[in-house]
């Protein structure tokens, strides 16, 4: 059974710092990529960032090229997702997934967390 827990979000200002964690169990973490998604309130999920099983590639989407990152951690079997200079419109629910290539298509995705709260006062 594969399980991903995320951490680390909460309320911050605008212009202020979050770094994400997603913990990995009961899968060969190494072996897939991972991606991070976000959901506001009435909106669809859409796509934050991916990197792939090395960790030598990431892809991240338009809206936060620039000031988020997304790394991992293979000996901890965690991803990250450093987030900078945060805007209210990056105030969403922050999912973790996993994938069998680095993708930012949703469907590509079969393993979810349960979602971190992030929320960003203006």
């Known amino acids: 059974q594969v399980q991903l827990v995320e951490s680390g979000g909460g309320l911050v200002q605008a212009g202020g710092s979050l770094r994400l964690s997603c913990a990995a169990s009961g899968r060969t973490f190494s072996s897939y990529a991972m991606g991070w998604f976000r959901q506001a309130p009435g909106k669809e999920r859409e796509f934050v960032a991916t990197i792939s099983w090395s960790g030598g590639s990431t892809h991240y989407a338009d809206s936060v090229k620039g000031r988020f990152t997304i790394s991992r951690d293979n000996a901890k079997n965690t991803v990250y997702l450093q987030m900078n200079s945060l805007k209210p419109e990056d105030t969403a629910v922050y999912y973790c997934?996993?994938?069998?290539?680095?993708?930012?298509?949703?469907?590509?995705?079969?393993?979810w967390g349960q979602g971190t709260q992030v929320t960003v006062s203006s």
């Open positions: 997934a996993t994938s069998y290539s680095i993708s930012w298509h949703y469907g590509d995705y079969d393993y």
